[in-house]
């Protein structure tokens, strides 16, 4: 199989990396400075799943071009969600008629703009669970073990490839699995996603500081109460099983996780997933005449985080 991988930073070195392994021909899309730098030292990965390093294939935007036939059978997209427009943009011109993407971004707002784009039988559905992060000499690091990636269908024509792809991705190390019902799964992951950072964000502390608060605990449940709303309202409920799972982790008392969009924060990162996490979520409950207070509050602080940190790159 064929692969176009958009970036060579955290999630995209790391799959691509794992790709690379489970036998795929992958090809990274970056950028100039970046394909310097991986013609130089190649890529890096370092993980408790097994290092990788390894001279890569790169190609700059513009040089790809899909013609009449695919030169791609699938590109893996895994950008944050406010960079969505410049990738699509970056890769359409590898998208043939037989190509299919598979995004790795969080929310829903990135797979109507997708749809949109290519058209929904055209877009596969990911769901990938896992701390990735880039190191400043380019080495893609990989925290603890847990590396979870589930893939499926969202139109009947794209179930062989997407069975293809998992077989092929399984022969790599990590949790791999294919679902029938993908779009539960990013529902089930957004509503984890999406409760941890309106806590984490707002409180800007881990799981484990904010259960040791007065109120941590009962804020929390309303956190995770609002997000299940949301998809009760949308069509996907959260199953049972998954909602205890959600609550375990987000109430762990001893976790020191925190939402990515926290530890952006804590970085001074000049962006945020703000909108595709929080603000889209609130946007869909509205269009159903439901409120959610908690969210609201903390997208609040979102954008204040946000519009400070515009103000002061505008100043220099």
Known sequence: MKILVLGAGAMGGYYG?????????????VRPGRAQTLERLGLAVRSELGDFHRPVRTVLAGEVDAQDEPQYDLVLLACKAYDLDDAIAAISPAVGRGTVVLPLLNGLAAYDRLDH????????GGVSYIATTLAADGTVLHAGRMDRLVVGPRAAQTSALAAEFHALVSRAAGTREVSGAIEQELWN???????GAVM??????????????????????????????????CGHAIPEPVADAIQARLMDSSSTWAASMMRDIAQGAP??????????????AAERGRDLPLSRTAYC???VYEHQRAAQQAAG
């Not at 990396?17 to 899309?29: H, P």
């Not at 290519?118 to 596969?124: C, W």
């Not at 992951?189 to 409760?195: S, V």
Request: charged share 30%; glycine share 6%; with cysteine.
């Open 17 to 29: 990396a794992r790709l690379i392994e489970a036998g795929a021909d992958v090809t990274f899309l």
């Open 117 to 124: 784009r290519f058209g929904r039988e055209r877009v596969l």
């Open 189 to 195: 992951k957004w509503a984890m996603i999406a409760a």
């Open 200 to 233: 984490t964000c707002l409180m800007r502390g881990t799981v484990a500081d904010i259960m040791k608060t007065q109120d941590g605990r009962r804020l929390m449940l309303d956190a995770m109460a609002e997000c299940r709303t949301v998809a009760q309202l």
């Open 271 to 284: 962006r945020i997933e703000a909108d595709a996490i929080v603000g889209d979520l609130i946007a869909r």
């Open 301 to 303: 602080h979102l954008q």
